[in-house]
């Protein structure tokens, strides 16, 4: 059985909220001197299992001491917005070179390329990379568009996507990490890049929250 048990952070929110509600998410990161997207996964849980109440544009109450006894649905129930990372992009115009530099740089697994609109318009890995330095190529002139995967042949999900339906996307394509895109103005065709999930990302969230 898998149990979830509050870490120190997580119980120090609770203390915050308590003392001060309601409270924006801001306010708690500030007084824990750590970014809030640090602690997008807490408040989630938080939320998720009862203690924390979070109201649009007002903040977070204290409710009380939560419900554990679902923990399952729990993970069932997160949001692909509730746990997306930063996303690592580079124009289609860029060189293959400026590219592996930044995918170094970042320690990222791959990268999402715009085109000049800043719509989405293919993925590079690093197998991609590795790829494109071999042979007789001039990585310092070619564009990283002659290396990437285009668009409709990648995976995307979208931030009200559930966790769950993410990582079956992931393991199905057998990928570290998918773009998180928004469509403008409905247009599945234009897509803005917002995030990026990763099987690090749900990883870290999962052992974040449970316990066995």
Known sequence: MITIQLNDRQLKIIEIVKANEPITGEKVAEKLNVTRATLRSDLVVLTMTGILDARPKVGYFYVGEGDFSNENNLMKQMKVSDVMGVPLTARQSDT???????????????????????????????????????????????????????????????????????????????????PVVRYVNGDSQKMKIVGKISKTLITRLFVEMTDK
């Open 96 to 178: 293959v070179y400026d590219v592996i530099v930044n995918i170094f740089l970042e320690d990222s697994g791959g990268v999402f390329i715009i085109d000049d609109n800043d719509y989405l318009c293919g993925v590079v890995s690093r197998k991609d990379l590795l790829k494109a330095t071999m042979g007789n190529n001039d990585i310092k002139k070619d564009p990283i568009g002659l290396a990437m995967t285009r668009v409709p042949n990648i995976a995307t999900v979208l931030e009200d996507e559930y966790i769950c339906d993410a990582a079956k996307k992931l393991v199905k394509r057998e990928v570290d990490s998918l």
